[in-house]
């Protein structure tokens, strides 16, 4: 089975970033998705008050904190409007990408379909290996705002399918859903008793005053589905761990079930931290996602005066840049990082749908962003 399992692309491109460093060379890194801001400091104080506190030097309750699911909830219903039941509908997770993989163990057999988008995260791809289930690729493309097109999607598929990955907003491709989007998805679910699992992780980052939709906003998501929210990228808190999958009850059930027989939940100050976060002041979100829009607008504006024609992403803190004529998404990758010492994630590690784009990470400062450009002026390819 481990021989069978997807590539990790991410580690090979952070292998080839390494390398050209320690050459002695100032590489630019704009391929990977790591916050580069600290964790606010509140946050980090609740975590020191709460990890000299006995208690939690014990085991946790194997399904968490009572106070970080009703904390959970709370931040739902402030946020979204949306009511949940903290032990019924909250699954506190080891991070989103735990619960990624989890989730597909806990719904499918070998030998059943996963709808997957593509270009999409490639974990998705890992989980699913794992189950021994099989994947039908749903293509985003320019043309349909990177969304899904369900009619598209092969009669037989649709009705063997029995889980869909949604990723809003969107990694790779910056997208965002619209409510009439969600509105199809909840159909096209319940035609074909689908699960719906909505990678969350970029809910708070939306551009120009949008705030991105949550999934279950939509009527009838919470009888078709689930969510999945991280910390990591709300409040930079990425080495933390700690993320949480909120909807369907019985879908919720079946992550605690698992993660029951797994570990006996995180560490009790990371749980008070987490709580401390979502129940706390947002100021630092919001200064957050203005950063990461000034960076966007310094990048995009950039590139455009080179004559590269790009699209502004609409949310998370990735932009996906279509490449030059004569180049395959490797190839420029590949151009980029040997003569302009700036790193990009090729589209191709992404799906097949992805060829033809890198993806540039907003996580660098803006003087580097534009550094970035600068160099990329350097190679004159846009003339």
Known sequence: MLQSLPKQFFAALVGRAALA???????????????????PDHIVEALQAAAANPLNHKY???????YLKEAVAGFYEREYGVVLEPEREVAILFGGKTGLVEVVQCLLNPGDTALVPDPGYPDYWSGIELARAVMERMPL?????????????RPEAAAAAKLMFLNYPNNPTGAVATEEFFRKTVQFAEEHGICVVHDF???????????????????????????????SKTYNMAGWRVAFAVGNPSVIESLNLLQDHMYVSLFGAVQKAAATALSGPQTCVQENVARY?????????GLRELGWKVEAPGGSFF??????????????????LDEAKVVVAPGIGFGAYGEGYVRVGLVSSEDRLAEAVKRIAGLKLFV
């Not at 946790?60 to 009572?66: D, N, Q």
């Open 60 to 66: 946790p309750p194997f399904r968490g904190h009572s």
């Open 293 to 301: 829009e000034a960076r966007r607008n310094i990048l995009i504006g």
């Open 141 to 153: 493309t320019a043309a349909n705002g990177f969304l899904p097109d369900y009619g598209s999607i």
């Open 21 to 39: 460093s320690a050459a002695g060379h100032d590489v630019i890194n704009l391929g990977q998705g790591n916050p580069d801001m600290p964790t």
């Open 319 to 336: 932009a996906w840049l279509p490449v030059p004529e004569g180049y395959t998404s490797q190839s420029f990758a590949d151009l980029l």
């Open 201 to 231: 992780a970029y809910a708070a980052i939306g551009y120009e005053g949008r705030q991105p939709l949550s999934y279950l906003q939509t009527p009838g998501a919470k009888d078709t589905g689930i969510e999945i929210y991280t910390l």
